[in-house]
C-alpha cells in the first residue's frame, strides 16, 4: 500500500452547516490538526470590545489582530481556543462577539494577518481547515475542498441548539434574523467572502447525519492519499 500522505483540506459554507463538528471529526479520524478559522476572526472581534474599541475601527480591528497568538488544543472539554495565554473557547461564542464580527471580518488587513497565521499552521499539510474562505484564498492548493450547506432554517435550528446548550436563551426569530443579515455580510464582503471553489464538492447537510457527513468527507480524502 502506498504510504498515506498529510493532504490539507478545506472545508468552508456558511454558519450552521456543520463544518465545525465536521471538520474537528474528520481531524481526529485522521489524526490531522483541526483549524477553526473562525475563531481566529471571533478572537480578534473579542480583543477589540475587550479594549473598549469600536469594531469599526479598522486602526483597533488590525492592531488587535497583530498581537493576536493563536494556539489551539485539545483536552477532555474538546478544541479549546487559547489567546494570548487565556482560554476564550466560550466567550468568543457570545452573540457579542458574533454580532460585531462583520467589520472586523471585512478589514483586509486583519484578513492579510489571519490568513498567514493560518498558512504557516498548514504549510506541512496535515490539516483540516475551516470557515469562509479556506479553498479559496488560504489554501487553494488543499487537495480536497468541501462546500457544505443547509437551510437557513436546519442551519438556525443547529445554531439556536448550540447556544442552549451553553446556557445562551435564544429567541428564535431574532437568531433566525441575525443569520439571515450574517449570511448577507459573509457572502458580500470585498475581501474573503463565502464563495465556492469551483473544484469544491458540494454536500447538502440538511438531511444528512453527523457521522454520514464525517464519512464522506474521510473517504473523499483517502481518495486523494490520506
Ligand atoms: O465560522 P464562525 O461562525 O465561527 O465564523 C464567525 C465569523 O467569522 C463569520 O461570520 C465570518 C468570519 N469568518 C471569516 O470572515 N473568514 C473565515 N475564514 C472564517 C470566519
Given at each position: 500500500?502506498?504510504?498515506?500522505?498529510?493532504?490539507?483540506?478545506?472545508?468552508?459554507?456558511?454558519?450552521?452547516?456543520?463544518?465545525?463538528?465536521?471538520?474537528?471529526?474528520?481531524?481526529?479520524?485522521?489524526?490531522?490538526?483541526?483549524?477553526?478559522?473562525?475563531?481566529?476572526?471571533?478572537?480578534?472581534?473579542?480583543?477589540?470590545?475587550?479594549?473598549?474599541?469600536?469594531?469599526?475601527?479598522?486602526?483597533?480591528?488590525?492592531?488587535?489582530?497583530?498581537?493576536?497568538?493563536?494556539?489551539?488544543?485539545?483536552?477532555?472539554?474538546?478544541?479549546?481556543?487559547?489567546?494570548?495565554?487565556?482560554?476564550?473557547?466560550?466567550?468568543?461564542?457570545?452573540?457579542?462577539?458574533?454580532?460585531?464580527?462583520?467589520?472586523?471580518?471585512?478589514?483586509?488587513?486583519v484578513r492579510e494577518i489571519l490568513v498567514k497565521k493560518q498558512r504557516a499552521l498548514g504549510k506541512n499539510g496535515g490539516i483540516v481547515a475551516e470557515g469562509r474562505d479556506i479553498g479559496t484564498v488560504v489554501f487553494c492548493d488543499a487537495e480536497l475542498k468541501v462546500f457544505l450547506m443547509a437551510s437557513i432554517d436546519e442551519r438556525t435550528k443547529r445554531r439556536a441548539r448550540e447556544l442552549r446548550a451553553r446556557g445562551i436563551p435564544v429567541d428564535f426569530d431574532r437568531l433566525l434574523h441575525d443569520m439571515k443579515r450574517r449570511d448577507q455580510s459573509d457572502s458580500t464582503r470585498e475581501h474573503g467572502a463565502l464563495k465556492i471553489a469551483p473544484d469544491a464538492v458540494h454536500i447538502d447537510t440538511s438531511e444528512l447525519t453527523l457521522d454520514e457527513q464525517v464519512a464522506f468527507v474521510v473517504e473523499q480524502a483517502r481518495k486523494r492519499g490520506a
Open positions: 500500500m502506498a504510504p498515506r500522505k498529510k493532504i490539507k483540506i478545506a472545508i468552508d459554507g456558511p454558519a450552521g452547516s456543520g463544518k465545525s463538528s465536521t471538520a474537528k471529526r474528520v481531524a481526529e479520524e485522521l489524526g490531522y490538526l483541526f483549524l477553526d478559522s473562525g475563531a481566529m476572526y471571533r478572537s480578534v472581534t473579542f480583543l477589540v470590545l475587550r479594549d473598549g474599541a469600536d469594531p469599526h475601527d479598522p486602526d483597533a480591528s488590525r492592531a488587535a489582530a497583530q498581537k493576536a497568538r493563536f494556539r489551539f488544543k485539545r483536552d477532555d472539554r474538546g478544541e479549546r481556543v487559547i489567546l494570548n495565554g487565556e482560554d476564550v473557547t466560550d466567550v468568543i461564542r457570545t452573540p457579542l462577539v458574533t454580532n460585531n464580527i462583520a467589520p472586523v471580518a471585512a478589514n483586509p488587513a
